[in-house]
Nanobody, 122 residues
Framework: QVELVESGGGSVQAGGSLKLSCAAS????????MGWFRQAPGKGREWVAQ???????NYTDSVKGRFTISANNDDYTLYLQMNNLKLEDTAMYYC????????????????WGQGTQVTVSS
């Protein structure tokens, strides 16, 4: 059973924008804290952004001011708005969830989507 489904990837020129979506089940949204990761060719998986249980957001330094993570709790969709894209943003982007217990988000991500490719060209 596929629980997280990403979409919205594609090819864009440097400086352009894309908005990624991640469709999740209501179970996932209710019991997991959500985030985005990416993996560039030949590199390891990199954490990009995440939502905390209180709604605050955190970003890796390289995307601060350019990317925005958000969620629609009515239709259980996670988003990543990416502006001013750079060549180094080229990667497979993954939606992921880490368990939540009450007000606490655990650190380890345990639910993963299959990814959506983002390619930035000059």
């Amino acid at each position: 059973q596929v629980e997280l489904v990403e979409s919205g990837g594609g090819s864009v020129q440097a400086g352009g924008s894309l908005k990624l979506s991640c469709a999740a089940s209501y179970v996932i949204f209710g019991t997991y804290c959500m985030g985005w990761f990416r993996q560039a060719p030949g590199k390891g998986r990199e954490w990009v952004a995440q939502l905390e249980n209180d709604g605050t957001t955190n970003y890796t330094d390289s995307v601060k001011g350019r990317f925005t993570i958000s969620a629609n709790n009515d239709d259980y969709t996670l988003y990543l708005q990416m502006n001013n894209l750079k060549l180094e943003d080229t990667a497979m982007y993954y939606c992921a969830g880490r368990p939540r217990l009450g007000p606490v988000c655990y650190e380890t991500y345990s639910r993963w989507g299959q990814g959506t490719q983002v390619t930035v060209s000059s």
